[in-house]
């Protein structure tokens, strides 16, 4: 069976993923669960430290709606942002094209940006504007040289028990490592093993509320 798209509770897609058995977001929003997680528990986070330039590294494009929130809170927030993303198993063109990120975020005009950057090659840096730049990497993150100097990791790999070897030490510690001193990596999940993981690599946890759905979520941050 192909990738199969639904509706999420907020009217948003998401994806089943036939590869992997498992939804790209919640079944309660897509949206609202990138909201919640990745822009005001991350992005926003960091912009409250008054930067005006901020480097994000995701682990899992998937569906681009992250980084097409992410390149919409720039444009509505005087910020430059260059942005890194990891995806092994992109959509094709049939499943992308038919998304409706556009209509419910009320962005039909970044239409042109958002094919772009589904369309964009393996490693080539485009300017999606003066305020974005955006880099895909169509590999394995765990064996690609990582981008440095980044402030934050959009943590949205599938669930521990779908993608286990994304969730384990030698990762967490390579990710610590690409992130500046006071950087932050933001996910959905909170599951107890994944946290002694991140700490065991030198990350100080915040445990905040989770999206609707979920009783918590975390935020890590390097404190060098």
């Known amino acids: 069976m192909p990738d199969e798209i639904f509706d999420s509770e907020d009217g948003s897609h998401s994806i089943l993923s036939d590869q992997f058995g498992v939804s790209y977001h919640s079944k309660y929003g897509a949206i609202a669960e990138s909201q919640h997680v990745f822009i005001d528990a991350g992005l926003s986070y960091q912009q409250n430290k008054n930067v005006k330039e901020i480097r994000i590294l995701e682990m899992g494009f998937g569906t681009g709606l992250n980084a097409l929130m992410a390149y919409n809170y720039a444009l509505s927030n005087t910020l430059s942002i260059d942005y890194f993303t990891f995806e092994k198993f992109p959509l094709a063109k049939a499943i992308y094209s038919k998304l409706n990120y556009l209509k419910q975020l009320s962005v039909p005009h970044l239409e042109q940006e958002f094919e772009l950057m589904h369309t964009s090659l393996s490693k080539e840096t485009v300017s999606i504007s003066e305020r974005f730049t955006f880099t895909k990497y169509l590999e394995d993150i765990i064996t690609s040289d990582l981008p440095q100097g980044i402030d934050i990791i959009f943590f949205d790999?599938?669930?521990?028990?779908?993608?286990p070897e994304l969730w384990d030490e030698k990762l967490l510690s390579r990710l610590y490592d690409s992130l500046n001193s006071?950087?932050?990596?933001?996910?959905?999940?909170?599951?107890?093993?994944?946290?002694?993981?991140?700490k065991s690599v030198g990350f100080t946890l915040d445990s905040i509320p989770g999206p609707h759905g979920k009783r918590e979520m975390t935020r890590a941050i390097k404190n060098i």
């Open 157 to 163: 790999a599938f669930a521990p028990n779908s993608q």
């Open 182 to 198: 006071e950087g932050i990596l933001t996910t959905y999940c909170a599951k107890g093993s994944f946290k002694r993981a991140l």
